[in-house]
């Protein structure tokens, strides 16, 4: 008997030990800070735990903005602040590090067929040698 995919997902269960509140802060021209503000599974806050800041912020490609996420730093909303710069610039250089990297294996995804190649890449025509995407 054939398994539903029903049977085969698990159960979405969220963690209340690790619930947290978003605040979003933004200067309207730079970026967005959100601060995870840790909280009990009342909505009081948790100050067992700390603060974490998430930074985002966008970067220009050919194919359009490029959303990117990045940890910052800090203790506090005014340390964050204070951090974001460097912490985007380091978000900046690992995503272009990555794209960079995708190009790098798509370009050596190439196939060169063996045989002759006939129009439309199939098989069976005159020539060859024609480098074709898989």
């Given amino acids: ?5 029903d049977d085969r997902m698990p159960e ?9 509140r978003e605040e ?3 200067d309207g021209k730079v970026g967005t800070l959100r601060c995870m503000v840790p909280v009990n599974v009342d909505g009081s ?7 974490r800041f998430v930074g985002e912020a966008q970067i220009l490609t050919p ?17 964050a602040v204070q951090n974001y710069a460097a ?23 190439l196939v060169i067929p063996k045989g002759p190649i006939g129009p439309g890449g199939l098989p069976g025509g005159m020539g060859g ?6």
């Fill in 63 to 79: 194919a359009g903005a490029l959303p990117l996420s990045f940890e910052v730093e800090g203790e506090t909303l005014a340390e």
């Fill in 45 to 51: 806050t948790d100050t067992s735990r700390p603060l």
């Fill in 87 to 109: 912490a985007a610039k380091e978000g900046i250089e690992r995503a272009v590090r990555e794209i960079q990297e995708l190009r790098r294996q798509q370009s050596s995804g």
């Fill in 24 to 26: 979003i802060y933004t």
């Fill in 12 to 20: 979405p269960v969220m963690d209340p030990a690790a619930l947290c």
């Fill in 129 to 134: 040698g024609k480098i074709q995407m898989p």
């Fill in 1 to 5: 008997m054939a398994e539903r995919p």
